[in-house]
T-cell receptor, first 115, second 111 residues
Framework: DSGVTQTPKHLITATGQRVTLRCSPR?????VYWYQQSLDQGLQFLIQ???????AKGNILERFSAQQFPDLHSELNLSSLELGDSALYFC??????????????FGAGTRLSVL | SQKIEQNSEALNIQEGKTATLTCNYT??????LQWYRQDPGRGPVFLLL?????KEKRKERLKVTFDTTLKQSLFHITASQPADSATYLC??????????FGAGTQVVVTP
């Protein structure tokens, strides 16, 4: 158990809808990362937050947004969903925003299916 | 642009042999490089971190080297076991703090 909690584990929704994925980092970790992994694809970095502030941005679509709250949990909002958004979404946390203490601990992921 | 390259072909290896994986990078000046293991449908798990002033790092049957001149890291699994079958990812952080994983190399260890 990594100590990172993601909810829900599975999500099935329709095109055009909006969903929210939730992540609770390990106790004491200040940084949260979001990744998308489509079937048989690599991990695509979406966005990183550090202590409530956006720290780095990857190839995150404009339809996607995220935030980190004062209690350090984070939410990833996906809107106007398309079939191609079906993927595993991982959250990870680390103690710091950058090296060397940015070893990441991953949650179990949320599997999103857009029908 | 910054790029991390790992061999996309699966590495098939016999139990007991040494598996060697390569991670090449361009347009990075990384001070730290990390290796992770990912099993199907699960999140990556951290294995090793190596700093640029460390040529080699070991942990049990794992060994990592880091050559900043060649811009390459090698990851070795010695005395491989079927339980080592997984995808192995290298990862770098750029000077802006952006964390990037390579696409990973799948290792299949057969008895």
């Amino acid at each position: 158990d990594s100590g990172v909690t993601q909810t829900p584990k599975h999500l099935i929704t329709a095109t055009g809808q909006r969903v929210t994925l939730r992540c609770s980092p390990r106790s004491g970790d200040l940084s949260v990362y979001w990744y998308q992994q489509s079937l048989d694809q690599g991990l695509q970095f979406l966005i990183q937050y550090y202590n409530g502030e956006e720290r780095a941005k990857g190839n995150i679509l404009e339809r996607f947004s995220a935030q980190q709250f004062p209690d350090l949990h984070s939410e990833l909002n996906l809107s106007s969903l398309e079939l191609g958004d079906s993927a595993l979404y991982f959250c990870a946390s680390s103690a710091a925003g950058g090296p060397p203490k940015n070893i990441q601990y991953f949650g179990a992921g949320t599997r999103l299916s857009v029908l | 642009s910054q790029k991390i390259e790992q061999n996309s072909e699966a590495l098939n290896i016999q139990e007991g042999k040494t598996a060697t994986l390569t991670c090449n990078y361009t347009n990075y000046s990384p001070a730290y490089l990390q290796w992770y293991r990912q099993d199907p449908g699960r999140g990556p798990v951290f294995l090793l971190l190596i700093r640029e002033n460390e040529k080699e790092k070991r942990k049990e049957r794992l060994k990592v080297t880091f050559d900043t001149t060649l811009k390459q890291s090698l990851f070795h699994i010695t005395a491989s076991q079927p339980a080592d079958s997984a995808t192995y990812l290298c990862a770098l952080t750029d000077s802006w703090g952006k964390f990037q994983f390579g696409a990973g190399t799948q290792v299949v260890v057969t008895p």
